[in-house]
């Protein structure tokens, strides 16, 4: 059978993955995006940011002639594709709400170019949007700007992604389930028959359900997934108060329980990045729109707020005033793996330590041109983790990059001017960095 011709509005990793995935199981795959920089990066084969595994795939597409990057989004493009996923961003607006504007942009100009065609087409939404999005706003937009009928004349699905960044493209050839939302039974097959032939013998389950019930799964995944880390935290503070108490030891113990599960029990300073933050908002925002007040997710919200200034006031604890104190910050991406500092944790935490007078001296090993633009002239880049720590008052360990892991307690005692370190991300063994320095880690009781 004849693969369909797909298309991808945003290139971002969400939308990058989807189409290199397809790409390279040998579908024709189309990715537009407005940002020009980024076109011209994924049509030599290179991928606009870091994500491991996606590099080689990417330029290998490119060669095979399965993808093309395209500047905007033009009506070409839909006139030569069968199924449209679009993946642009949906950031927050400062109520915490979402902001549609791009998914908008880009439903008008699929509907205008689908007045033009008249072959079938599905356009699928692979943005996140909170429960309503896709009925109310997506469709009515396609029909008036199509002047045709959905579930008639086209087809429309909500499909979300449970993509995790530094490992997005892994998990869109390995997912754990595809969730198909769809406004009519046939927009739903057509989705459902690619994600079939797509994963073949390794097809994973497929949850096939309403528009609505589709957008508020991605959301409950989320907050539930949140919620694990503010819950994890909580205890690591609670841990914290009783000596002898150590919240890793907590965390593997419960894991163990079925109906708990291991995954998400990592406590830390908190949970950052693109999704995290961005969908807990929306998700109290909608539900309050809607009449109910979730307490739970309004909690979930403030631990993690406050998690990642308990680094600076373990660092004002062992030194005391800050002022003119040099502070290494070991890790400054969301998570490792990853170039993204959107909502990064180490933010807030920079933020503070200026305030407090210090000089913040910073290393990541991909994250530091990102950070740059950030934190501009306010603090100093070293190039290597040792440079960062040299003649340092206190080291916070941020990210748990798999290079810091490697550490010994022997490079902090060398290097620092005064051997105090915090682990933010439980990464070293407080039997053996306990004794040779002054050592705190995140939810461990003092002895
Ligand atoms: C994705 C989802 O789409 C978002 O809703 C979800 O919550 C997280 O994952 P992400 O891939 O992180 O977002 O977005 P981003 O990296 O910002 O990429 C979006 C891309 O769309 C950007 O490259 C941007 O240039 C592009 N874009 C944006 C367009 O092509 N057209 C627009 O109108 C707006
Ligand atoms: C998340 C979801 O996992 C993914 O399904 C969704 O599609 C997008 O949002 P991502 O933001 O890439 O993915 O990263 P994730 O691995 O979930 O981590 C998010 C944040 O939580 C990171 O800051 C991470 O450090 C933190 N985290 C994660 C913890 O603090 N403890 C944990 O145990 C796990």
Redesign the pocket.
Known sequence: MKKPKISVIGAGY?GLCTAVGFASKGYNVVACDVDEEKIAKINKGVPPFHEPGLQEKLSESIQKGNLKGVVGQTDQVIQETDLTFIAVGTPSKSDGSIDLKYIESAVINIGKALSQKDAYHVTIIKS?VVPGTTQNIVKSKLEKESKKKCGTDFGLCIN?????????FE?TLNADRVVIGSYDKRSGDTLERLYKAFYSFHMPLIIRTTLSTAELI?YA??AM??T??SF??TIANICEKIPGADVKVVAKAMGLDKRIGP??????????????PK?IKALIVCSKSLGYDPELLDSVEAVNKTQPLKAVDFCKEQLGCLEGKKIAILGLA???D?D?MR???VIPIINQLLKEGAHVVAYDPVAMPIAKTIFLSKIQFATSALRCIKDADGCIVV??WDEFKKLTPEDFTKNMRHPILIDG?RIYNPEIFGTKLQFTALGLGKK
């Open positions: 969400v996140t979300p992604e449970f993509l995790r960044q530094g490992s997005a998990d991605k995944s989320n997934l949140a694990k880390i994890i935290n995954l998400f029990l990592d406590a830390g300073l908190g949970y950052g990045g693109s999704c995290f969908d969301f998570k490792p990853t993204d909502e990064a944790r990210t748990e991300r």
